[in-house]
C-alpha cells in the first residue's frame, strides 16, 4: 500500500510568519512531488511541483524534497490570511503509474490576522 | 493550457437512482483523465483512470462504473446509487506525459439521500 502521511493539524500561524507544511511518502521509487491547494468547498489547486532533490522556489512558496528521508515539506514566506486553506501533498510513482497521484490526508493551516 | 469543465457544481439524488456526471478537457490532446471521490473531511480517493478512449482502469471495486466515449470526455455512472456514494467528486487530467502535474476541474457535490 502506497501511502502519503501528513499532519492534519489544524497549523496555526500569525500573518507574516513563515508556514511549513511536511510530507513523508512510502514508496521509495517515487518520482514527482506536488503540493495542492484547497479552499473550503473547492477543487484542489497546484501550487508547487518538485523532481529534483533540494529546493524549488516560486514567489512566497518553496518545495523541499529529500529522498533518502522520503520527504517533501512546503515553506509558505510572509503568510497571509488567504492563505488559511488545506494542502495536500500528492506523489506520483513515474514509470507505469500513468500519472496516478496519492493523496496525503491534508493539512489544515489557519493564518490569523 | 489545460481546462477541465465539469457539470453538474451539486447533485441531490434519491438512494437507487442512477448517477451521470460529465467531465470534458480544453487544450490538450490525448490526456490522461481521473476520477477522484473526497468524502467529507477526508482525503482523495482515485476511483478510474483512463490513457485513452474506451481504456477505463478501476481502482476500487464499487457501485460505480465509467466511460470514456471520446478523448476529451470522461463520465462516471452508476446505475443505482447508495448512501455511501456521497461525496465531492474531482474529474482531473494531465498532459499524458509521466509526472505531468493533475489539473482538477471544479468538482461536483453528490448527496444521495
Known amino acids: 500500500q502506497k501511502e502519503v502521511e501528513q499532519n492534519s493539524g489544524p497549523l496555526s500561524v500569525p500573518e507574516g510568519a513563515i508556514a511549513s507544511l511536511n510530507c513523508t511518502y512510502s514508496?521509495?521509487?517515487?518520482?514527482?512531488f506536488f503540493w495542492y491547494r484547497q479552499y473550503s468547498g473547492k477543487s484542489p489547486e497546484l501550487i508547487m511541483f518538485?523532481?529534483?532533490?533540494g529546493d524549488k522556489e516560486d514567489g512566497r512558496f518553496t518545495a523541499q524534497l529529500n529522498k533518502a528521508s522520503q520527504y517533501v515539506s512546503l515553506l509558505i514566506r510572509d503568510s497571509q490570511p488567504s492563505d488559511s486553506a488545506t494542502y495536500l501533498c500528492?506523489?506520483?510513482?513515474?514509470?507505469?503509474?500513468?500519472?496516478?497521484?496519492?493523496f496525503g490526508q491534508g493539512t489544515i493551516l489557519t493564518v490569523h490576522p | 493550457s489545460q481546462t477541465i469543465h465539469q457539470w453538474p457544481a451539486t447533485l441531490v439524488q434519491p438512494v437507487g437512482s442512477p448517477l451521470s456526471l460529465e467531465c470534458t478537457v480544453e487544450?490538450?490532446?490525448?490526456?490522461?483523465l481521473y476520477w477522484y471521490r473526497q468524502a467529507a473531511g477526508r482525503g482523495l480517493q482515485l476511483l478510474f483512470y483512463?490513457?485513452?478512449?474506451?481504456?477505463i482502469s478501476s481502482e476500487v471495486p464499487q457501485n460505480l462504473s465509467a466511460s470514456r466515449p471520446q478523448d476529451r470526455q470522461f463520465i462516471l455512472s452508476s446505475k443505482k446509487l447508495l448512501l455511501s456514494d456521497s461525496g465531492f467528486y474531482l474529474c482531473?487530467?494531465?498532459?499524458?506525459?509521466?509526472?505531468?502535474?493533475?489539473?482538477f476541474g471544479n468538482g461536483t457535490r453528490l448527496t444521495v439521500t
Open positions: 483512463s490513457i485513452g478512449i474506451d481504456q
Open positions: 482531473a487530467g494531465t498532459g499524458g506525459m509521466t509526472n505531468s502535474p493533475l489539473h
Open positions: 518538485i523532481y529534483s532533490n
Open positions: 500528492a506523489v506520483n510513482a513515474g514509470g507505469t503509474s500513468y500519472g496516478k497521484l496519492t
Open positions: 514508496d521509495r521509487g517515487s518520482q514527482s
Open positions: 487544450g490538450t490532446s490525448n490526456p490522461n
